[in-house]
Each structure stands twice: as C-alpha cells, then as structure tokens.
C-alpha cells in the first residue's frame, strides 16, 4: 500500500493522494551534520552556530532544510519565527505544504541568537610580576612593547 508504484486501491489511478499514507515530514538536508537536540517540548533545538540576529537564523535554518514525502516532491517550504521568548533562543517554524494533496505539516526549531556586540579591551599589568630580563617585566617596556605617556596635540601646541 501506499506509494509503490501500483494503483493500491484499485481505483485507476496509480500512487494519488487517497494512496498516500505516509506524512510528509521536514529534516536537515542530507549529507549535513547539524549540531542538534530535542527539547522536553519536541521542539529541535539547533545548538550551534550561534546568529547576530533572527533574520540571518531564519536564513540559514531556509537553507539547511528540506520537506520530503513517499509521493509527493512539490513542497513549498517557508520558516517563520513564532515566538521570541526567551530572547536570546527563538522559535522558529516550519511549514511545508503539498499543494496537490493539500498536505501541511510543521516542525518547530530553536536557534541561538546574540545581537549584544561584544566590548573587547586589553591591558597589561606588570605591577605583581617579579623582574624577568626576557620578558622585560620591572623595565619601561612589557612583552617588547614600549610604554609611554601620550601628551594630547592641544598641549604640544602650546609648547611649540
């Protein structure tokens, strides 16, 4: 029964959509190794990579899925984001729906999202280090880099 190439239920017309058991379902293109878990909720949650924003999780989660069906191979597949809380792990849906049969089905995804840039700053702190020649600790210069006291152009200005 089903979609086997015979007509299974007798009526002359051969693998159409009273003949179609098998749902359609929605996974991760094949050959991918997506870093995923379900969730307590059925909900796949996609664990890495991490996005700056929802817009590029929808596009990435776009390319990286597909619908497939035992009959059917005209699927129009669309992602939307369904629910924004918690922030930082939005929903995402799926649908595929087969506009022959009329078959729709949903699956639902989490991606990680952080818009926040990140503040970056550096500093160096010889001041606990015991004096070491190499490293140039207990000398002007930390790590070979020359320390110094930038005077600001107002000043130099006027002293000239």
Known sequence: MGCDGLDSDCDGLVDECDEDLIDPYISFLDGLSIDATKNDDGVTV???????????AKQYLASIIVAEDDCASNFAL???????????????????????????????????VDSFTPIVSIGFDNTTAERDDFYGVGRDDYLHIVSFVSVPEILLAHFN
């Open 78 to 112: 669309s992602v939307e984001v369904t629910a924004v809380v918690p922030l930082c792990l939005p929903t995402f849906t799926a649908t595929a729906v087969d506009s022959v049969c009329g078959f729709t089905v949903h699956r639902q995804f989490q991606m990680k």
């Open 46 to 56: 996609i664990n890495s990579p991490t996005f700056a924003s929802q817009d590029k």
